[in-house]
Nanobody
Framework: VQLQASGGGLVQAGGSLRLSCAASGLSSYVMGWFRQAPGKEREFVAAITRRGGSTYYAESVKGRFTISRDNAKNLVYLQMNSLKPEDTAVYYC???????????????????WGQGTLVTVSS
């Protein structure tokens, strides 16, 4: 499956951005968002189950970010509010064909990755 992330950009602290990820056959996959800041490892941000019934978030973004999906449009979204400079990173969408329960937070569970979109939050 090919994943195409978009929506990144430059925003001031306190602002909002919405990232999108397009993927064919989206309903077959658990979808996740990860991010990687310069000099740091890629980290989990959020995940959503196939029908959108359950969502999972990193503690650092809980209450500020919302993951959602529209299987009819083959799109998954990450709405990011109250952005902070520490949210600056390249954001990647990822798809897992095999997750049904378990570690939604682990990179190794996701087989397919998009190319990433850069989010820069200025202070």
């Amino acid at each position: 499956v090919q994943l195409q992330a978009s929506g990144g950009g430059l925003v001031q602290a306190g602002g909002s951005l919405r990232l999108s990820c397009a993927a064919s056959g989206l309903s077959s996959y658990v979808m996740g968002w990860f991010r990687q800041a310069p000099g740091k490892e890629r980290e989990f941000v959020a995940a959503i189950t196939r029908r959108g019934g359950s969502t999972y978030y990193a503690e650092s973004v809980k209450g500020r970010f919302t993951i959602s999906r529209d299987n009819a449009k083959n799109l998954v979204y990450l709405q990011m509010n109250s952005l902070k400079p520490e949210d600056t990173a390249v954001y990647y969408c990822a798809a897992s064909p095999s997750l049904y329960s378990g570690d939604y937070y682990s990179r190794s569970e996701y087989a397919y990755w998009g190319q990433g979109t850069l989010v820069t939050v200025s202070s």
